[in-house]
Every structure is written in structure tokens, then in C-alpha cells.
């Protein structure tokens, strides 16, 4: 039955767009097929050729618009107006839920873990990815550590949350130790008393963030990775030559010429990092003032049923990436305007 | 963006030759052998321990399996994928990641090609709304896509899940594929329309063909998305155990088991197997799609 289905899936779907635009190509009649570039200017006689050539591309954008319309767009606008509404979506409530969101002690505590991420993990990440980058591209196995530090890539955060409370596990100080963490620390440093990383108040947010940087240097490292080794390396040799050391060459150098990549990958791990769920749902399901923007909301919306605050938390969630989003859209254009 | 993707194919430069005789050396390969046992560490010990008996898991630390008498074992495995749910769950996990990667590549393949090589009003902005789409986090779409899943009837089902999938992985499947298709020579689509082809001829038989190793790299990036997936799922499944994919029962087990280490463990390695085989046979289309992601969301 099962089975059955998927294989309805995934060949119904691609055998109804061929006989969707096959169909819509005889029904529109389009013979006569007029070329244009993908960037050139308008030539002006799209409306002069018929109907098939202002018809065909509609028809075939349709089934994409159809899905980000009803999947995309309209909740997004939905989901701004029911931030205005109470708990049922009933009445309008004005700026109530903000208000609350930014008074609540409970949700300041949500917004002050969400900045520490923003900061740590960034950092964390940024630092250790390009630590990764250039320090691989100076060994002969560069491909085997690359891959070692990629691998968390390609695991869920659910794993990664497994594999990580695993490595914080903690028994009370005299037992054996079985969480990695505490056991590495109980034998390396003396006297010193495992600790309950995961639930000391003073050390979850930090356990969790970095369980983040460990999913994600990989990310970093293989996108700086790429950026570096686009630098020319007659501008390297030549400052060699002139007597720079080897930092001199990376701070003055290397780190000027990488700032547009470093930009793309900082901007991105912003992007997922305020969006973080997985890992605290897995972890500690936001006990303990781990919580974050994106639990926070799930709770609202599970747990409190209120409808009017989860959607003003996913709002604040849009404003605080509306920034990269138009960030994307001028890099766009820019690119655009150089390949003329 | 279409730069990095190409840097990425630039071959080793001469960095590294230049600089791997330095006295540095040593110290760099000390440095990069810590962090890679760092970051390998931590799979490495979960392996481990899912292979260990349930009562050593408790009692001892996992390297301290490798001491004589060496005990490992399967059973966790066969107990997880027989009595938690996990056998039914990785079947879940297929039933929704293949259409959730199938269905937004043949529907973003058609407007990136419409995108790249037709002419008609709106073109410009109506792409920059796609591209100021891939950011948009999906919780802000949570609420209005639930209360239509559940007017149909249909939240609980992996119809649900498909179609979200399907327009969550929509806007980057199209820039992906649109920055590919819209960079193909004029000359080669000019003189198919000579020849009398039309746009779907073009596009079945020249486009997509050409196209192959972007729709890899897409389509084994989307994959890996929605297999590791959790909001999604948790959200639109509702928690309904038999269609529950592994993310979502393994979330569970950590919530109910607690300290199940024999049960987490072999279930989350089970989870890891199939992402990991495509990523080690398969790691270059992967590091692409990746490469070429770093816009998304």
C-alpha cells in the first residue's frame, strides 16, 4: 500500500507536467518559436507574436506559482495579520502580542539565548571553518580531514542531538563516568567534579551552541575553502617574496581578498542559526532557560494554543532575516548588471 | 553566486605546494589531527556503544570496549528496529523523502527553464520574489498551512507532508536549476528553434539532458534535507506513530527512554546510515548543492 503510493508519487507527478505541457502546447497552437537571451533586453515583439509566446510561459511558471502561492505567500500574509489577533484568531488585539513578547520575563530569557547563539555560533563557526580552510590546504590529505569535519553535514540534528547528549552524559561524581565529556575531563584535570552540562543552568546554552558548531564547520569550511583557493597566488608570491610572514600574508592578504565570501558564509549561518530548533527540541526541549525563538513558537503553538503569539514570534523571526533576504535580492542584481 | 559554484571546481592550487615544507608543517598536522578526532570523536563513540551488550553501555565507557574480553553485538539493532517502531520508521522516512525530492525538482525544472530562455512581463521581479523566498523561515507559514491541511482533511497523511516539502524546496530548486539552465549556450538553443524544435522538444531533449549534474546535486541536497527533517514532520504528521519518520520517533525515544543509550544509539545510526552512504559515494554532487546553498534559508 504503501509502496504503491510512493510509486504514484514520484511517476504521476512528472508523466501529468509532460502531458500538462505537451497539452498546453497544442492548445495554444505555438508553432513559431522566438529565441531571447536569458539576460538581454526586451525585444519588444513578445505581444506582437501571438498568443503562444505571452501565453506559454505562464502556463509553464504555473505549477511552481501555484505551489508558493498557496504554500509561500499566502501564509506569510496570513501569518502577519493573526500576529494582530488573539489566541483563537478572533479579534484584533492590536500590538498585544509583541508587547508581551517583549515584556514576558519568560521570552526575554527566549531572545537572550537566540543573541548568544547569534554571536557564539557565528563565531564559533566562522573562526573554526576557516581555521579548517586554510590549515587543509596546506597538507597532503587534505581531502580526509575535509571530509572529517564535513560529515555532520549529512547527519539530522535529531543524530546530532543523540550523539552529543551521549557525549554529555553524567553520573554523580565517584561513579564511571560513561559521557565522554566528563569522563575526558575527570581524568585529565584533577579533583575535577563532572558536571551535568546539559542542565546546569550556567553551562546548557553553551553545550547546546556547541553541538551547533559542530554540524556546521563543515559548511563554512567547504564554502571558505572554495573562496581561498580563488585567490591569485601571484599576489601572495609577490608579498612573500617582499618579506611578509606567513600571518602578515593571512591578516593583510588573504583575509581582505575572502571578506565577500566570509559575508555569504556569515549571512547564512545568521539565517539558520536564528531559525535553531532541532537541537534544543532533541536536547532539552528548551528546559532549563535553553529556549529558543523557534521552540518558543512551537510551544505557543502546541502546548498554549495561542495562535496570536506563535504567529508574532514567526513575524519577529521574518524581520530579523528580512535583512539577508534583501541582501540575496541586490547581490542578485549586482551579478546581473556584471555579466551585462 | 554562480562564482562560487565555479571556484569550487577550480582544481588544488599552488597553496598548498608552496606552503607544506615550511617548518610550520608539523605543527599544522598536529593541529589538524586534533580538531578532525574532535570532530570525529563523538560518531565514533555512538557507533561504538550501539554495538556494545546493554548492560556493559551503562557501567562503562564505550572505548573502554576495544580492553579484552572484547563483547559487541547486533542486538540493540534488532531490538530497536523490531519492538521501537524504527523498522516502520526508516520505510517512512523513504515514503517521504523520495516524492519530497522527486516532485520540487520537475516542478522547478520547468520554471527555471521558463525563467531562462522566455520572454514575457514580470520576468525580473517576479524572480526576485523567488529569491527573497528561499529565506523566508517556514515558521511563518506553519499556522495557515495547518488550518488548510486540516480543512482537507489531510494532515496526518504524507500527501501533506509531499506538498510541503514540494513548495518549501521550490524556491531553491529554481534558482539553483535557473543560474545552470540560463548559463547554457545561446548558439546551442538557437539552432535547435532553426531546426524547427519547439520549447518542450528543446527542453526534454537538450536542456534536461545537459542539465544532469545540477539536478544531482540538487536533488541529493533536497534529499538530504527532508530525510533529516524534523519541524516538518512533527508538525503536519501531528505525532501519528505509522507514518512517523525516524527523525520524529527518534525525538520521541530521547524524550520517553531518557537514558535508553542501548535503544538511542542504534537507532540514531541507523537514521545516519543512508545519509552517510550518500554522502561518501556520492560526497562531490553533495558539496556542490551545498556550495550552491548558501543562500538557502
Not at chain 1, 510561459?57 to 501555484?66: I, R
Not at chain 1, 559542530?214 to 609577490?238: C, H, N, Q, R
Not at chain 1, 555569504?264 to 531559525?275: D, I, R
Not at chain 2, 556542490?288 to 534559508?297: M, N, R, T
Request: net charge positive; proline share 5%.
Amino acid at each position: 500500500m504503501k509502496l504503491l503510493s510512493l510509486l504514484l508519487a514520484i511517476v504521476s507527478v512528472p508523466a501529468v507536467l509532460v502531458v500538462y505541457i505537451y497539452i498546453t502546447e497544442k492548445l495554444i497552437g505555438g508553432r513559431s518559436v522566438r529565441l531571447l537571451p536569458a539576460a538581454g533586453p526586451r525585444s519588444g515583439r513578445a505581444g506582437k507574436s501571438g498568443g503562444a509566446a505571452f501565453l506559454r510561459p505562464w502556463l509553464w511558471l504555473l505549477p511552481s506559482l501555484l505551489l508558493l502561492g498557496v504554500f509561500l505567500l499566502y501564509p506569510v500574509v496570513n501569518t502577519i495579520i493573526l500576529s494582530f489577533k488573539n489566541a483563537r484568531s478572533i479579534e484584533f488585539v492590536g500590538l498585544a502580542n509583541f508587547i508581551h513578547i517583549f515584556t514576558d520575563r519568560g521570552m526575554l530569557i527566549v531572545l537572550r539565548n537566540n543573541v548568544a547563539w547569534l554571536v557564539f555560533f557565528t563565531a564559533g563557526t566562522l573562526g573554526l571553518g576557516l581555521l579548517m580552510a586554510v590549515l587543509s590546504d596546506k597538507v597532503r590529505w587534505e581531502p580526509v580531514a575535509k571530509a572529517a569535519v564535513f560529515i555532520p553535514m549529512a547527519i539530522s540534528f535529531v543524530a546530532a542531538g543523540v550523539i552529543w547528549r551521549f557525549m554529555f552524559e553524567f553520573r554523580p561524581a565517584g561513579e564511571v563516568q560513561i559521557g565522554t565529556v566528563n569522563a575526558v575531563l575527570t581524568a585529565l584535570i584533577p579533583g575535577f567534579q563532572p558536571r551535568a552540562w546539559l542542565f546546569d543552568k550556567q553551562t546548557n546554552n553553551i553545550a547546546l551552541i556547541v553541538v551547533g558548531i559542530w554540524m556546521w564547520t563543515g559548511f563554512a569550511m567547504v564554502i571558505l575553502s572554495a573562496g581561498l583557493k580563488g585567490i591569485p597566488t601571484d599576489v601572495i608570491e609577490a608579498a612573500r617574496i617582499d618579506g611578509a610572514s606567513a600571518w602578515q600574508i593571512f591578516v593583510r592578504i588573504i583575509l581582505p581578498l575572502a571578506a565577500p565570501t566570509i559575508a555569504v558564509v556569515a549571512t547564512t549561518l545568521m539565517v539558520n542559526v536564528l531559525k535553531i530548533f532541532d537541537i534544543v527540541y532533541v536536547m532539552t526541549n528548551g528546559s532549563l532557560g535553553t529556549e529558543v525563538i523557534a521552540n518558543r513558537m512551537y510551544k505557543e503553538l502546541f502546548n498554549y494554543r495561542h495562535f496570536g503569539r506563535a504567529s508574532a514570534i514567526a513575524v519577529i523571526l521574518l524581520v530579523a532575516i528580512a535583512p539577508v533576504m534583501i541582501m540575496n535580492i541586490k547581490r542578485f542584481k549586482e551579478s546581473r548588471k556584471s555579466h551585462g | 553566486m554562480a562564482d562560487i559554484i565555479h571556484t569550487a571546481a577550480i582544481p588544488k592550487g599552488s597553496m598548498g605546494r608552496r606552503l607544506k615544507l615550511r617548518p610550520g608543517a608539523v605543527l599544522v598536522n598536529i593541529v589538524l589531527i586534533v580538531i578532525c578526532l574532535f570532530w570525529l570523536l563523538p560518531t565514533v563513540g555512538l557507533l561504538v556503544s550501539s554495538l556494545r551488550p546493554k548492560e556493559l553501555i551503562a557501567v562503562s565507557a564505550w572505548w573502554e570496549a576495544f580492553q579484552a574480553p572484547l563483547r559487541f553485538t547486533m542486538e540493540n539493532y534488532v531490538n530497536v528496529l523490531s519492538r521501537a517502531n524504527m523498522g516502520t520508521s526508516f520505510v517512512n522516512s523513504l515514503m517521504i523523502a523520495i516524492p519530497g525530492t522527486v516532485i520540487p525538482m520537475c516542478i522547478a525544472a520547468f520554471a527555471a527553464y521558463a525563467f531562462s530562455w522566455m520572454q514575457f512581463k514580470g520576468r525580473e521581479w517576479l524572480y526576485l520574489v523567488v529569491i527573497a523566498l528561499i529565506a523566508v523561515p517556514i515558521q511563518m507559514t506553519l499556522i495557515p498551512v495547518l488550518r488548510l491541511f486540516n480543512n482537507l482533511g489531510i494532515t496526518g497523511s504524507f500527501l501533506a507532508v509531499w506538498l510541503a516539502h514540494a513548495a518549501y524546496g521550490l524556491p531553491f530548486s529554481i534558482y539553483l536549476l535557473r543560474n545552470f539552465i540560463s548559463q547554457l549556450p545561446q548558439s546551442m538553443l538557437e539552432s535547435a528553434f532553426v531546426d524547427g524544435a519547439s520549447h518542450p522538444v528543446v527542453f526534454f531533449r537538450l536542456v534536461l539532458p545537459t542539465c544532469l549534474p545540477a539536478l544531482a546535486s540538487l536533488g541529493i541536497f533536497q534529499f538530504m534535507w527532508v530525510w533529516n527533517d524534523l519541524l516538518v514532520a512533527l508538525i503536519y504528521l501531528g505525532g501519528t506513530t505509522d507514518v512517523a519518520p525516524m527523525t520524529v520517533t527518534i525525538a520521541n525515544m530521547v524524550n520517553s527512554y531518557g537514558g535508553g543509550w542501548e535503544y538511542l544509539t542504534a537507532a540514531a545510526f541507523i537514521s545516519m546510515a543512508l545519509p552517510l552512504v550518500v554522502f561518501f559515494a556520492l560526497q562531490k554532487y553533495f558539496v556542490k548543492g551545498v556550495l550552491a546553498g548558501s543562500v538557502k534559508e
